[in-house]
């Protein structure tokens, strides 16, 4: 069964008795269990036999991802296909020899454009994912991906088209997954290209027989790994073109083996080139590619926001130190009322025997004599 989906917008087709999903990172198969009668559901499981699928009082259902439960990738110069087989046996009783029920090996296909359109952009989305299955050195799966920071965690892995300014790094994590703790990885070339295409032209390459040739390399990992990071200062390309896609061709080396690419410096500083020896012509290159990376300057908007954000915080020690002096000046003239207050109730006390005249508010100030601690109008 064909779903089509347009990569980055999920969307379904469906039947009478079956359902398939396919999103950007995952397929999910449901069927519904009036057609399972004659299958052991229990027993459901995809090419992976470890993927087995869970089912509820109506629906049967399983997910996977793109690269996960022997999903098998294939392409074409237009399009992208991930197909796999759910297989169920049929219940037997014990004894039996025979059986007149069908089992059941429904398989499914999701196909991608491999041409998408973001921001009135088209671009090829690229493969940074390979799975190998059954090698003569184990089943394992090489991967490439680009990340926002150098922290190089899951939650900062970048969507594509990726937006870089000349001050922005390009942070690329490559590595190999699997359970054969002698295998490691190493890049041995990797270039870039204004397309999906690995040898298209112009083309700039930054590592070269696992040699670092441009000076803003930075490594963050180093010696027999199963995961390296590195990053990159951005850049573009002088002709007019939108985009940059990264390739690197990762080769897979056993640690045992001395003199391999995995074992070389990065830098390679007055290194002779060695002529492949026999042990290392069965290594395995695998190519991978992400991207694309977009230039984009850094918008007036994000200037005046970062000039906004300096003058806040030198605006706001001023700010302070005005509030602090107003507080100070409102507790002294509280301080004097109170002092004030307390001094006339004082003066009062001591001189409540004083006789006092009241003072006709006609009387104008001139005509006023002082005499003693009071004042009497003149007659």
């Given at each position: ?55 509820n ?13 022997g ?18 046996a049929?219940?037997?009783?014990p004894g039996s020899?025979?059986t007149?029920?069908?089992?059941l ?17 088209k ?13 003569d ?11 926002k ?10 969507d ?58 930075t ?47 990065t830098?390679?500083?007055s ?8 042990l290392?012509t069965?290594e395995?290159?695998?190519q991978?590619s ?8 850094k ?8 000039d ?31 002092a004030?207050?307390f ?13 006092l005249e009241v ?8 005509k ?9 109008a003149?007659?």
């Amino acid at each position: 069964m064909i779903c089509d989906d347009d990569y980055l917008i999920s969307s379904f087709f469906t039947a009478t008795s079956y359902l398939v999903l396919c999103s950007r990172d995952n397929i999910t198969v449901v069927i519904g269990r009036h057609a399972l009668s004659s299958v052991d559901i229990d027993n459901m499981y995809l090419a992976d036999g470890a993927c087995k699928a869970s089912y509820n009082a109506t629906h049967a259902y399983v997910t996977t991802a793109l690269n996960r439960c022997g999903t098998m990738y294939s392409e074409t110069d237009q399009e992208m296909y991930y197909n796999n087989t759910l297989t169920a046996a049929i219940p037997t009783s014990p004894g039996s020899v025979i059986t007149r029920k069908q089992s059941l090996a429904f398989t499914f296909k999701c196909t991608y454009s491999r041409l998408v359109s973001v921001s009135g952009f088209k671009f090829e989305p690229p493969k940074p994912v390979l799975t190998v299955e059954e090698s003569d050195i184990g089943n394992f799966t090489v991967n490439m991906d680009s990340f926002k920071d150098a922290g190089f965690i899951s939650s900062s892995s970048e969507d594509y088209p990726a937006f870089k300014s000349f001050e922005d790094r390009i942070n690329i994590q490559y590595g190999v997954s699997t359970s054969n703790t002698d295998i490691v990885v190493r890049a041995e070339t990797c270039r870039a290209t204004p397309s999906s295409k690995p040898y298209d032209t112009p083309q700039y390459e930054f590592i070269s027989e696992a040699c670092d040739k441009d000076p803003t390399i930075t490594h963050h990992s180093s010696g027999l790994q199963q995961y390296h990071q590195f990053s990159i200062q951005a850049f573009r390309f002088l002709v007019d073109h939108e985009f940059v896609y990264i390739h690197c061709d990762l080769r897979l080396c056993n640690k045992n083996i001395q003199d391999s690419v995995c074992t070389r410096s990065t830098t390679c500083s007055s290194r002779k080139r060695r002529d492949a020896s026999p042990l290392e012509t069965t290594e395995r290159t695998f190519q991978l590619s992400i991207g694309p990376i977009m230039y984009r300057e850094k918008t007036k908007e994000q200037n005046v926001k970062t000039d906004q954000g300096q003058e806040e915080v030198a605006e706001s020690g001023p700010n302070t130190i005005m509030i602090v002096i107003l507080i100070c000046v409102g507790l002294i003239v509280v301080l004097l009322a109170v002092a004030v207050v307390f001094l006339v109730k004082r003066r009062g006390a001591s001189q409540s025997t004083t006789s006092l005249e009241v003072i006709p508010m006609e009387y104008p100030a001139d005509k006023m004599l002082a005499f003693g601690n009071g004042y009497v109008a003149e007659k």
